[in-house]
């Protein structure tokens, strides 16, 4: 498997190298690249790696790995999204297509209807009949009701519907499935603005979080999405998807590093059940193969 295999590159190094010289560092800098860590990020990273090691005399897989470890754990963040009970929470969901941010939003309805939470979805990607058939395919299997409007109506609308419904309920949670065209950055900015006006307003305070679907086995290209969503909106939070045996997971240090932000599930499969919280240090320790 591509983790593991990558683990043990990492470990390998302390075999071929006799001493923790520039070499080794050097090759160290090349393996955390090849782990889909950015270039800056993991020249950073071993920089202040070799300055530890010469400043506080560290040598041996043991130190070396464990600075290593929490070097890349004070990047690597993690966030509990809660929704608050009795009011209206508004969860937009963004992501490019493919990265399977429908799909998320789903496991995302399950697991909070699931932990007691009035969960409504709204299909507000209206130029995809694609994503609009599938959640609300989604929706019937779940028993979870969706709001939909025809295709090429306003997204923005959506979303407004949904939440209104949400309130007249009592409250709950609007989980809102969004556009992602990226390769017509500028229309998509505008929509991805104009539905967060609409969510802002609608959502009761401090309720409202953006959230970002990125494809793990992608690499730096999930860094590239991040930065462009997050200049458009501010997000607050990251959903990792496709983290199986072919995702190395650098990435997430370096959004962390570079732009602050946190992760909040894991998904490992198609399944619903398949998304867990994340756990920042098992992550890491996943990462570097240090796990027990």
């Known amino acids: 498997m591509a983790k593991f295999s990558f683990a043990q590159k990492l470990k390998s190094l302390f075999g071929i190298h006799s001493k923790e010289d520039a070499n080794f560092f050097d090759d160290l800098t090349d393996a955390l690249i090849e782990g889909d860590v950015g270039a800056k990020t993991a020249v950073e990273i071993v920089d202040a790696l070799q300055a530890a090691c010469k400043e506080r005399k560290l040598s041996g897989s043991s130190a070396i790995m ?12 993690s966030i509990d999204l809660e929704p608050e ?21 789903a496991k995302l309805a399950r697991l909070y209807e699931d932990r007691g939470m009035n969960v409504i979805m709204s299909a507000s990607d209206t130029f995809r009949a694609a994503a609009v058939d599938q959640l609300a395919r989604h929706g019937e299997k779940l028993g979870i009701r969706v709001v939909k409007h025809q295709m090429g109506s306003d997204p923005s609308a959506v979303v407004f519907d949904a939440a209104e419904a949400c309130k007249a309920q009592g409250g709950g949670l609007v989980l809102a499935d969004t556009a992602g065209r990226l390769h017509n950055k500028e229309n998509l900015v505008n929509e991805l603005k104009k539905i967060d006006r609409v969510a802002s307003g609608r959502a009761s305070e401090g309720c409202y979080k953006k959230i970002l679907v990125i494809d793990a086995t992608t690499g730096q290209n999930a860094v590239r999405q991040a930065e462009v969503f997050n200049e458009a909106v501010g997000l607050d939070a990251i959903i990792l ?3 199986d045996s072919t995702a190395k997971g650098g990435e997430v240090i370096t959004i962390g590093k570079e732009l602050g932000l946190p992760v909040a599930f894991l998904c490992t499969g198609e399944k619903y059940p398949d998304i867990a919280m994340m756990n920042a240090e098992r992550y890491v320790d996943d990462f570097l193969g240090s796990a027990e």
């Open 241 to 243: 998807t496709k983290y």
């Open 85 to 105: 009970p009795g009011k209206v929470n508004i969860y937009m969901v963004l992501g490019v297509n493919g990265v399977g941010k429908t799909t998320s939003v």
């Open 66 to 77: 464990a600075e290593l470890k929490k070097m890349c754990l004070s990047y690597v963040k």
